[in-house]
């Protein structure tokens, strides 16, 4: 796939990596897009917050990222989000984004960049995590968002978004991506049949820091970040929300605009 074009000048990447040429300047003032946490089970019956994720892209493009799904037939995620988005009138690009080289790729790059909505598919969020952090895809993404597209990940991406992240592998929090900071995401909450997941959210919230809230997003569900920094919940059930240990008498409104 094809670098910028040979002679641009360099610039700083959004997240303070290296520069790549004029790629990742914005062409306007910078105004953060819709930023979505889906609890898992996406592109099911009942995720019905999928169109108006579509409408706020001002498109009918999604461009789809099964980087966390990379050993689990990523091709598949692609062709279901195709399956689940066409009735809603979308239209969706696989870029298959599952190695390290893969997201040092400029073109790749470059396609993220020009997204106006951008789907990280769920599994493992070290992977995606280890694949993506401080890399030439992450600082387009970021750059895309701040220049307004909608950027959506669901399970382990979406865990993966946020900085700190919870570890999947015990519950407790660790470094994540960061294209938001000082909010930790469990993705499905309230699953009663998982006994392990359920040990693994107490430690999560037991073990963030002070003034760090731990959400938790049932299957089906969201947690929106909407472009003017407030907080909502859609779809199938309500989010709960953690503070210092305990429910946040506040709800969403302890989270970071």
């Not at 002679?7 to 004029?22: D, F, L, N």
């Not at 598949?76 to 689940?84: F, I, K, M, N």
């Not at 598919?121 to 968002?145: E, F, I, Q, T």
Request: proline fraction near 8%.
């Amino acid at each position: 796939m094809p670098g910028p074009a040979s002679g641009a000048e360099p610039t700083p990447g959004p997240t303070g990596g290296p520069g790549r040429g004029a790629l990742y300047t914005p062409d306007m003032e910078a105004t953060p897009g819709m930023l979505a946490f889906v609890g898992g089970g996406e592109w099911q019956e009942g995720c019905t917050f999928d169109a108006e994720f579509l409408a706020a892209s001002g498109g009918d493009q999604v461009l789809v990222l099964p980087t966390a799904g990379a050993y689990e037939h990523p091709e598949r995620l692609v062709a279901q989000a195709g399956q689940w988005f066409e009735p809603l009138g979308g239209s969706v690009e696989g870029l298959m984004v599952l190695t390290r080289a893969d997201a040092e790729n400029d073109g790749a790059a470059d396609i993220v960049r020009r997204a106006r909505m951008v789907y990280l598919a769920g599994s493992s969020p070290m992977h995606v995590r280890s694949v993506l952090k401080h890399s030439a895809v992450w600082d387009a993404l970021v750059a895309a968002w701040q220049d307004g597209a909608v950027v959506v990940g669901s399970s382990g991406a979406a865990m993966a978004l946020t900085d700190p992240m919870v570890d999947a592998r015990g519950g407790g929090l660790t470094i994540g991506l960061g294209l938001i900071s000082g909010v930790a995401v469990v993705p499905h909450f309230g699953d009663t049949a998982d006994d392990e997941h359920g040990q693994k959210m107490n430690r999560s919230v037991l073990l963030a820091p002070a003034g760090t809230p731990v959400v938790g997003v049932p299957e089906r569900t969201a947690l929106v970040r909407d472009p003017g920094g407030t907080w909502r919940a859609v779809g199938e059930h309500p989010v709960a929300v953690f503070l210092d240990g305990a429910p946040a008498a506040d709800g969403l409104t302890v989270l970071p605009a």
